[in-house]
C-alpha cells in the first residue's frame, strides 16, 4: 500500500511565477491536509480538505494560496506570484476519517522562490 | 490558542546514551498527544501518542507520558542508537479536532 505522495519534491520558481504542489493521498483516504514548515520552524497548518469541500483553511493566507481536492485527482496547493517569504517545505497529510484518525504524511515539497 | 514547545536542538549524544525531549503546551480542555519523527529526506511519521491524563505512549523504544498537572509530553529512550539520528516532534490535537499543531521540532544525533 503506497503512502502517501507528494510532487513535485523539490521546486523553483522565480518571484511572480505560479507554484503548484500535488498530493495523492494513501489508498482509501478522503481527507487531505496541508502544512507549511518555514525555515527554522515547526510545521503550521494551513487547510483541510475532503473530497470537493474545504472545511477548514484557517492557516491558509489570505492571498495567493488556494487549494482544492477534486473528486477524482490529486489535491493541489497553488501558489500565485510567489514571494522569497513562500520558500519552505510543504506538507500533505491524508486520515481516512476526521479527528480521532490518524494523519500519515507525505515527505513534502521544497519549495525555493529565487 | 493551543501552542507547543520544546527543546531546542541540535541534541547530540553517544549511541547507548540517554534521551529526553522537553515537551510542554497550551490548550484548553484535554488535547490529544504525539510525538512524530522525521528521518532524513522523509516525511513525519507518528512515533507515539496519549489521548487523555497519565496515559503512556510508547514505541520503539520511546515513551512518552500526559502530565495534565505540568501540561507536558516529554520524549525519553533509556539507550539510543545511531539509527535514532532524527528530527522530532511534539504536536497536540485538540479534542473534537483535526489539524496538529507543531512544536519546533528537535534534532538529535546520535554518534557512534
Known amino acids: 500500500n503506497a503512502g502517501v505522495m507528494q510532487n513535485p519534491r523539490h521546486l523553483v520558481r522565480r518571484r511572480g511565477q505560479e507554484a503548484r504542489l500535488r498530493c495523492s493521498p494513501m489508498k482509501g483516504h478522503s481527507h487531505v491536509y496541508w502544512y507549511r514548515q518555514l525555515p527554522e520552524e515547526g510545521l503550521k497548518f494551513m487547510v483541510y480538505?475532503?473530497?470537493?469541500?474545504?472545511?477548514?483553511e484557517s492557516g491558509m493566507p489570505k492571498e495567493r494560496f488556494s487549494a482544492e481536492f477534486p473528486k477524482e485527482g490529486p489535491s493541489i496547493l497553488r501558489i500565485q506570484q510567489v514571494v522569497r517569504g513562500d520558500s519552505a517545505a510543504y506538507f500533505c497529510?491524508?486520515?481516512?476519517?476526521?479527528?480521532?484518525?490518524?494523519?500519515?504524511f507525505g515527505p513534502g515539497t521544497r519549495l525555493t522562490v529565487t | 490558542g493551543n501552542s507547543v514547545t520544546q527543546m531546542e536542538g541540535p541534541v547530540t549524544l553517544s549511541e547507548e546514551a540517554f534521551l529526553t525531549i522537553n515537551c510542554t503546551y497550551t490548550?484548553?480542555?484535554?488535547?490529544?498527544l504525539f510525538w512524530y519523527v522525521q528521518y532524513p529526506g522523509e516525511g513525519l511519521q507518528l512515533l507515539l501518542k496519549a489521548t487523555k491524563a497519565d496515559d503512556k505512549g510508547s514505541n520503539k523504544g520511546f515513551e512518552a507520558t500526559y502530565r495534565k498537572e505540568t501540561t507536558s509530553f516529554h520524549l525519553e529512550k533509556g539507550s539510543v542508537q545511531v539509527s535514532d539520528s532524527a528530527v522530532y516532534f511534539c504536536?497536540?490535537?485538540?479534542?473534537?479536532?483535526?489539524?496538529?499543531?507543531f512544536g519546533g521540532g528537535t534534532r538529535v544525533l546520535v554518534k557512534p
Open positions: 497529510a491524508s486520515s481516512v476519517g476526521g479527528e480521532t484518525h490518524e494523519q500519515y
Open positions: 504536536a497536540l490535537r485538540k479534542a473534537a479536532g483535526n489539524k496538529l499543531t
Open positions: 480538505l475532503q473530497k470537493e469541500n474545504i472545511i477548514d
Open positions: 490548550a484548553t480542555g484535554y488535547p490529544s
